[in-house]
């Protein structure tokens, strides 16, 4: 006896194929759901099973109107209300489907058709009425299968192709989670790396390249691993596997340990995914983010150091005379990002020298940011504020914020694996 095996059966005028479930399953508790005229049998059905006396833990559920639907739900719903409430291994729960009326049956099937169990069905080698009968007794036999959570689990493979293609990636590492543990072998693993993946992409969308990294890659290889094995549902997924890896291969080569016009795009790339969530002051805060560390990274190129503590004797001798009073007594200064981009054209650095070309818009863009409600002021922005305002970044300094996507999955292909 498996003493975390449970078996849900309903009972119906033929106790021979419930003998035969019990015997074969040998279960550590037993949930009976008889209807009222059949309670009755479960006493001689346990008997001629257990001749030597019952170990398992018994429950009777009874319905009282057999024929009707909404009743059987109802007390098959309780029934697996219960046992899972004994926090058994969900794995180990195997329903029996063969006794009761097809309401009974139906309504027990209804009750678990979102998590995931193992149905047991009682057939037969030989029939009564020519084959078209019940199982003649003695020829039984026990015929299981996953449950059809894998046909049913569309709308959770919906949503999950939604979190993830809006960015959303959190979400969809939960819904991942969720149909891996209710599905079959097949989703189990493919979600499981789904998932990994997923909070991949979201720590990548958080700035935290390094696990991001990790976790992508360790999906990947969990479905390369797993090709051999479920070739045909993860061939659908060959153009998502492609873009992923893709994907892979850019954050390998970003460098994200120093300030670099890379890492520039990429907040770019980071704003311009905001937008697109309809988050427009979080994004135009990124775009900001951006331009300071534009500064930053050419402060990085030229003098091997950033705008903040800066000595004050490198400045060029116009800003020293206008900076004056803003060093500290170890003869620093933090440049803010307008004086930074000075210094740097009078460098003669081109972005510092687009800077100053452009600062009109620049400074648009900045008053921008300053009155949102993310910033110093009270504004919300929109869709156009933002549009226009990231324009002005990408012409003046040709940074693309979309030089990259990330990978999308196909709802299409991703809703018939498993089935």
């Known amino acids: 006896m498996n003493k975390d095996k449970v078996l ?177 072998s097949s989703l189990r693993y493919i979600f499981g790396a789904l998932k990994q993946i997923s909070l991949g992409y979201f720590d990548w969308d958080h700035f935290r390249f390094d696990r991001a990294l990790h976790a992508i890659d360790k999906g990947l290889f969990e479905l390369h691993r797993l090709s051999s094995e479920y070739h045909d549902d993860i061939k659908k997924l060959t153009g998502f596997i492609q873009e992923v890896t893709q994907n892979k291969e850019y954050l390998t080569n970003l460098k994200t340990d120093i300030y670099s016009t890379e890492l520039v795009r ?30 930053q990274s050419q402060f990085y190129d030229l003098y091997r150091q950033t705008t903040s503590k800066f000595p004050f004797e490198k400045l060029h001798s116009v800003l020293r005379a206008r900076l004056k009073n803003g060093r500290d007594a170890s003869g620093n200064i933090d440049l803010g990002c307008f004086m930074a981009f000075a210094q740097l054209a009078h460098e003669n650095n081109e972005y510092g020298k687009l800077f100053l070309e452009n600062r009109d818009q620049i400074r648009a863009l900045m008053n921008q940011r300053n009155t949102s409600i993310l910033a110093h002021g009270t504004i919300p922005l929109d869709k156009g504020k933002y549009e226009n305002l990231y324009n002005i970044f990408k012409d003046i300094f040709e940074i ?3 030089h990259y996507e990330f990978a999308r999955i196909e709802e299409t292909d991703l809703i018939t694996i498993g089935v």
């Open 400 to 402: 693309n914020g979309r």
């Open 8 to 184: 849900v059966i309903t009972v119906g005028g033929s106790p021979q194929p419930i003998v035969k479930s019990l015997k074969e399953h040998d279960p550590a508790y037993i949930y009976f759901i008889p209807s009222s005229l059949t309670a009755n049998e479960i006493p001689a059905i346990i008997e001629s099973v257990y001749a030597k006396g019952c170990n398992a833990v018994k429950k009777i559920f009874t319905i009282v109107d057999y024929n009707d639907l909404k009743e059987c739900y109802k007390i098959c719903h309780e029934a697996i209300e219960d046992i899972y409430s004994l926090g058994l291994n969900t794995k180990e729960i195997i329903v029996d489907l063969t006794g009761g009326t097809k309401i009974m049956s139906g309504a027990l099937l209804l009750a678990i058709a979102d998590l995931g169990l193992t149905i047991s069905y009682v057939g037969g080698e030989q029939r009564t009425k020519d084959g078209k009968g019940v199982p003649i007794n003695g020829t039984e036999r026990i015929i299981c299968s996953y449950h059809p959570y894998d046909m049913l689990a569309k709308a959770s493979k919906e949503r999950f192709c939604l979190c993830f293609n809006g960015y959303r990636f959190q979400s969809a590492a939960v819904i991942a989670e969720e149909i891996s543990l209710r599905g079959s």
């Open 266 to 295: 990429e907040l770019v790339a980071n704003s311009c995914r905001r937008a697109e969530e309809g988050k427009y002051d979080d994004a135009v805060a990124r775009l900001y983010r951006a331009l300071e560390m534009l500064a």
